[in-house]
């Protein structure tokens, strides 16, 4: 399982990948709540499943109101 911490535009993100049979499958928070969780079907490839957490989380914060 891969795990990455990182801030972004003033929040706080975790992002883990988890083995699902073959794959992996992503997970993220954001400011300790905000759970989300990937929809899609797992892919073989771990660094690709945690950039796609990543890249998921920064939208959601992007689409945060302002406050």
Not at 26 to 52: H, V
Request: proline fraction near 4%; charge should be negative.
């Amino acid at each position: 399982m891969a795990h990455e911490s990182l801030e972004y535009k003033g929040h706080h993100i975790e992002a883990d990948t988890h083995a699902i049979g073959k794959g992996f499958s992503w997970s993220y928070t954001i400011d300790g709540a905000n759970f989300c969780e990937s929809q899609d079907l797992p892919l073989q490839s771990e660094p690709t499943m945690l950039r796609e957490a990543i890249e998921s989380a920064k939208r959601r914060v992007d689409a945060l109101p302002l406050g």
